[in-house]
């Protein structure tokens, strides 16, 4: 978030844009940082957007299982659990010090 209702969003092209949440949309849903969002590019400026609707992980999946996008980009960059795996945990306790 950088204010006002501006996000900084990076593009699957790589390109970086600064994106305006719509004033409904803005008190109706809420964005934070690894959401997959669409963006309505403006003709008259190049270097900003709108955010036109945010993707669900659901819907984001399916549209990654149907080509739609890159293989590089991260459905839920903040869900570390799938990353892992509960298994992947090795913890130890040593009750006999407590």
């Not at 993707?55 to 999946?61: I, N």
């Not at 869900?79 to 010090?97: A, K, P, T």
């Amino acid at each position: 978030m950088v204010g006002s209702g501006w996000v900084e969003t990076n593009c699957c092209d790589g390109s970086k844009k600064l994106a305006h949440i719509r004033g409904a949309f803005r008190k109706k849903v809420w964005i934070t940082a690894g959401d997959l969002v669409l963006l309505g590019l403006r003709e008259f400026e190049d270097g900003k957007a709108d955010i036109i609707l945010k993707y669900t992980a659901d819907e984001a999946r399916m549209l990654k299982s149907y080509g739609e996008l890159p293989e590089n980009i991260k459905i839920n960059e903040t869900d570390f659990v799938g990353e892992h795996g509960e298994d992947d945990i090795d913890v130890e306790f040593d009750i006999d010090e407590i």
